[in-house]
């Protein structure tokens, strides 16, 4: 993994500073730790607590882009507007004491992903076969999942349908970037696939291990989507 991280010379691209790979690697370490207490009633008496070690995954990856000085200025801005709009979300979202901790989580999250489309647009190149395949996936299932989700979302259908829209645009600038598709690909799909299983958790029946599978799934997108973005181009 961290040879993947660092660019080398011969390359013509920056090499990465050792700051941000142990930040990138201490990120990893943080959302590894938080997602194997899930689902072992740790939190539920201590939701500060919980939204605290839910926020070190997106402050610990901010603090690489940061550090991440060999890359473009408005790369950075924008992947760390996208990373602290998530980890608001984050936050909120460990916090359902509060009466609007879903609706705005799903706001943040919705900003999360307009700024990865921000950053991921000037990558953009014409899709392969496969990306085009997966493409069409993704934009037959989005509305599929949605007519099942409808019956429940009631005042948060409209949110649901705008949220769903900058997913898949997203999703969608990830899986046809110029650099780094395999990396960018695959944070982006997981990206889907962990916000498909948070809508069907909460709209559609709850189902075992949900929690652990949901966490793991966001944190390894936003550890690929950081990773493309601030290393190596391959």
Do not use: N
Request: hydrophobic residues 60%; proline residues 5%; glycine residues 6%.
């Amino acid at each position: 993994m961290q040879s993947d991280l660092r660019a080398t010379s011969t390359t013509g691209t920056p090499e990465l500073s050792r700051w941000t790979i142990a930040l990138w690697l201490a990120a990893a370490i943080a959302a590894l730790a938080y997602g194997s207490t899930l689902g072992l009633a740790l939190w539920p008496a201590q939701a500060t607590t919980q939204a605290a070690a839910k926020a070190a995954l997106c402050t610990l990856l901010i603090a690489a882009t940061l550090s991440a000085t060999h890359r473009p200025r408005r790369e950075r801005i924008w992947l760390g507007a996208a990373l602290f709009t998530a980890l608001v979300g984050d936050v909120l979202l460990a916090l359902p004491q509060l009466g609007w901790s879903f609706i705005g989580g799903l706001g943040a999250f919705l900003l999360t992903h307009l700024a990865y489309c921000v950053t991921l647009a000037p990558w953009r190149a014409r899709p392969g076969r496969w990306q085009v395949a997966v493409l069409v996936l993704i934009w037959l299932s989005a509305p599929a999942l949605y007519s099942v989700f409808w019956p429940q979302l009631h005042e948060l259908a409209l949110p649901v349908a705008l949220y769903m829209l900058a997913l898949c645009v997203m999703a969608s600038f990830a899986l046809c970037a110029r650099h780094a598709r395999v990396w960018l690909g695959v944070g982006g799909l997981l990206f889907v696939a962990s916000d498909a299983m948070i809508g069907i958790e909460r709209f559609v029946t709850p189902f075992k291990g949900s929690a652990p599978a949901i966490w793991l799934t966001y944190a390894i997108a936003q550890l690929c989507l950081t990773a493309a973005l601030l290393g190596k181009r391959f």
